[in-house]
């Protein structure tokens, strides 16, 4: 068997690369390791319930009439209607720190502008130079890392407000220890705080279905339940692949959206990344009866919080680190109508903390129950109490996310180190997804379509 473009992984970029591709050319086939699409971002079923892995919302939002937005752009490139999205606008989100400091921000830039006007005079015309800055900032462009932290502090004189600015940001899109790359930061300064955040009107399921649908009808191919254990290669071109049943593959291009030290692995490479730090998560889902619970806002959609006297945003030393987080309340986007009720947690964990308890099976499935509980607690001081509402729970760890999508550590954000033009070196292999340096799901979609534009269509 021979497959002229051959991606590697069914997750979001992988399906937009696979998409791209097959409007020009149906012989593409995506190899998924897992028996469902999605990775990071697909669900799961408990109890017969749908538990969403990892969506809160969709960055970038744009108004249908604004062509140049990423958005718009990518939903160009898929010929994928907006239609299909279904969208919802958040209603408002928050930063908290210490349960005094608040920020709001919405899908209007207007908001956060006027909160720190409000909230941070001194701050109020560097937080202005910071947008003209960026405004004509090229994130794009290849160039050393860059310290975010270092470059708000430069423009903003209150420490809090910096620290403010880049929780939701490192939370959303930080592979990086209390940093982030300027780019990056760039990046997920529009998608969240400039362009905002929505969510589709049903499961990312439905949302899965469609793009899936919408591949097949345009003839390209995949196979589930298809994990490559190798890469075949001369050294300078990739001739073929080799999967775990023992099968091998033919092949004339292939785009990896593994990651990059898991793709390098599968070429019998070193890893790139070396004893670099990886950032973990745990994410606990806990879904309620909503006649139960009167006290959660109705008014907040996500809300960033830190509790400590200053936010780090490490891999902690303890399985868990509660002092900061994520919630989100999936059912407060506007006009969703939402008849059941969930809220979310993330917090930042420790991959090395879990994996040490993995062993005894007893000890990390009490350890499962005592994050889900002392998670609760820390967003009942947020959001009100929400406990006796609670029909089902489910925690996932870092280990999780390992064993479901292969990223090394589960480390949802990848690799430190990013290979911004996708090139490992070959002829005809590219890397798009996370360890390209887009992240999120539009992201990780905008990824594998300019990595398809710029170094696959040509090549045919
Ligand atoms: C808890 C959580 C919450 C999140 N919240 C949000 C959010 O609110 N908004 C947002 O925009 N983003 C969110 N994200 C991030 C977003 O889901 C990801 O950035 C995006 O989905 C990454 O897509 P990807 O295609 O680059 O990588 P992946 O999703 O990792 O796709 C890679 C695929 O490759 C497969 N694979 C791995 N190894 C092999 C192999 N050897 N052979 C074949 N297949 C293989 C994996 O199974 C996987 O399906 C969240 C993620 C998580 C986990």
Not at 72 to 86: C, P
Not at 141 to 146: E, L, T, W
Not at 183 to 198: H, K, L, N, T, Y
Not at 411 to 428: C, F, M, S, V
Request: neutral net charge; glycine residues 8%.
């Amino acid at each position: 068997m021979k497959v002229p473009f051959l991606v590697i992984g069914g997750g979001l970029s992988g399906l937009a690369a696979a998409i791209r591709f097959a409007r020009f050319n149906p012989e593409v086939l995506i190899l998924e390791k897992h028996t469902r699409i999605g990775g990071l971002n697909s669900y799961f079923y408990r109890n017969n319930r749908i538990f969403e892995t990892g969506l809160h919302a969709i960055t970038n939002y744009a108004e249908a009439g604004d062509r140049k937005a990423p958005l718009n752009r990518l939903l160009r490139q898929l010929k994928f209607s907006r239609d299909h999205l279904d969208i919802h606008q958040q209603i408002c989100s928050e930063i908290v720190f210490r349960g005094a400091e608040r920020l709001l921000f919405s899908n209007d830039f207007q908001l956060i502008t006027e909160q720190i006007a409000t909230k941070f005079p001194h701050s109020s015309d560097g937080f202005g130079r910071l947008v003209t800055l960026l405004d004509s900032f090229d994130p794009f462009r290849i160039a050393p890392f860059r310290s975010a932290r270092q470059f708000l502090a430069d423009i903003l004189p209150d420490r809090l407000l910096v620290d403010m600015l880049l929780c939701p940001l490192m939370f959303y899109g930080s592979s990086i220890e209390d940093d982030m790359d300027l780019s990056q930061f760039a990046i997920m300064f529009r998608s969240i705080f400039q362009e905002g955040m929505f969510r589709p009107g049903e499961t990312i399921k439905i949302l899965l279905d469609r793009l899936l649908d919408h591949y097949r009808n345009l003839g390209g191919s995949i196979r589930t339940g298809a994990e490559v254990r190798e890469i075949l290669h001369d050294g300078r071109k990739v001739h073929g692949v080799v999967l775990t049943s023992g099968e091998t593959i033919d092949c004339g291009v292939v785009l990896s959206t593994i990651g990059l030290d898991e793709t390098l692995a599968l070429l019998h490479r070193p890893p790139l990344s070396g004893d670099t730090i990886r950032l973990g998560f745990v994410e606990t889902i806990y879904q309620l009866q909503a006649s139960r619970c009167p006290a959660l806002p109705a008014d907040r959609t996500i809300i960033f919080f830190n509790n400590a006297d200053s936010f780090h945003y490490r891999r902690p030393d303890q399985p868990v680190d509660f002092s900061s987080g994520v919630i989100c309340l999936p059912m407060n986007f506007a006009g969703l109508g939402a008849t059941s009720k969930e809220v979310r947690s993330t917090h930042l964990a420790s991959y090395d903390q879990w994996q040490a308890r993995a062993a005894d099976r007893r000890a990390y499935a009490s350890l499962k129950v005592q994050t889900a509980e002392r998670s609760r607690m820390v967003l009942e001081d947020i959001v009100g109490d929400f406990g006796q509402a609670i029909v089902f729970q489910d925690t996932f760890t870092p280990l999780t996310i390992e064993r479901y999508t292969a990223k090394k550590e589960g480390a949802i954000y990848g690799n430190p180190q990013k290979i911004k033009d996708g090139d490992l070196g070959y002829d005809n292999l590219f890397l798009a997804g996370t360890d390209q340096g887009f992240l999120g799901i539009v992201g990780s979609m905008l990824s594998g379509v300019s990595m398809v534009n710029q170094h696959i269509l040509n090549k045919f």
